[in-house]
Nanobody, 128 residues
């Protein structure tokens, strides 16, 4: 069955870096766009980044542009999120998800209803 598993979260000081990984199984990763979301306590889940399958186009939330980089390794069935210059407001539970494909990714990647499968999440805490 379709599964997504996140890893790489942890506790890091402000200004530090983390690399999150999303491992896919049960489907052909190179046929799907993959997104990263995060949810902080008491806040709604928000789209952080997405990478397309067709041409590796990337999309970022304004709050992470220039600090986060999404990439994919289809052979390894993994999608990575490199997070640099981390801030306390980056704290949250980070999820990867498979884009459902029923809408244009460039227009709807930030909407969680656009995704059909989700991982369980990995916790990122940025604190001194």
């Amino acid at each position: 069955q379709v599964q997504l598993e996140e890893s790489g979260g942890g506790l890091v000081q402000p200004g530090g870096s983390l690399r999150l990984s999303c491992t896919a199984s049960g489907f052909t990763l190179d046929s799907y766009d993959i997104g990263w979301f995060r949810q902080a306590p008491g806040k709604e889940r928000e789209g952080v980044s997405c990478i397309s399958s067709r041409d590796n186009s990337t999309y970022y939330a304004e709050s992470v542009k220039g600090r986060f980089t999404i990439s994919r390794d289809n052979a390894a069935k993994m999608v990575h999120l490199q997070m640099n210059s981390l801030k306390p407001e980056d704290t949250g539970l980070y999820y990867c998800a498979r884009f459902g494909g029923w809408s244009k990714v460039a227009l709807t990647w930030r909407r969680d209803v656009s995704y059909d499968y989700w991982g369980q999440g990995t916790q990122v805490t940025v604190s001194s």
